[in-house]
């Protein structure tokens, strides 16, 4: 049966009609939305969700997708407890570094949001002297803190994206930054909070992987780009973020090498793949 909760284990079967020998594992922060985020009627939903459960009939497989805390995600795919990350992962040099990346899926930028009523941010260093929340992990947490002594803001990390949010609805934090799809989202949700600014970055959301898994990356950037050809990933977009990808975006954009370009791991031989 599709989308099976497996109690409290919090595990989604996404796709049917694959073995138990043909069984993909992946995890998101279930915290994360529009991404992934808790359904009142239980289970998750979410871009994500639906990207994991599209991957999967693709490759013919089964996916389970279990929820964690971001700053668990990398670690437990290290530890081989997941054969891919299919959370919204920021692919920097660093990381790319030690891991493997698929194609970008998603441009994102990065956005402050701050409470309702607030002077608009401007610029960084609006924020001097300001508490910044971040999801505990995340590109945006490394980022704040590279600029914490520059800017002169002090960085607050929270275990979930939520209660960063929460932070600045409760005065704790004077901003959260986060993704811009997420701040968009937070804000149309909740009234006591407003997008602000945004910082434009030029990086892209891409599946991870450990580096012995190049195998696995083929497969995975195939399924990416026949769900960018087919349009599943432009009325995905436009069915979690309200509108349709930019002309030139990654979303509908196949890259012809395997993996992010300008960044480690990227092989940039043109291929070619065929789409069921």
Known sequence: MNRIIAAAGLTFLLVQGASAQSTLKTAVDGTFAPHAMPKLSGGVEGFNIDLAEAIGKKLGKVVTVDTAQFSGLIPALQAGTYDFIVAP???????????LFTEGYLNTDFQFVT???????????????????????????????EL?????????????????????????????????????????????????????TGLVWAIALRKD????????????????????LAALHEKWFGIKPAAGAVAVTPDPGYGV????????????????
């Open 261 to 276: 370009p300008n960044m480690p791991g990227y092989e940039a031989a043109k291929h070619e793949f065929v789409c069921k």
């Open 213 to 232: 898994s190049g195998a696995m990356r083929k497969d995975l950037d195939h399924a990416i780009e026949c769900l960018k050809v087919e349009g599943t």
């Open 89 to 99: 992962v920021t692919v920097n040099k660093e990381r790319a570094e030690n891991l």
């Open 148 to 200: 914490e002594e520059k800017i002169g803001w002090k960085v607050e990390s929270y275990g979930t994206q939520t209660d960063a949010i929460q932070a600045v609805a409760t005065n704790r934090a004077y901003a959260n930054v986060a993704g811009n799809t997420v701040i968009q989202w937070a804000a149309k949700n909740n009234p006591l909070i407003q997008p602000s600014l945004v910082h434009s």
């Open 115 to 145: 409470k309702k009523g607030a002077p608009q941010i401007t610029k960084l260093e609006d924020l001097r002297g300001k508490v910044i929340s971040v999801n505990k992990g995340s590109a945006y947490d490394s980022w704040a803190r």
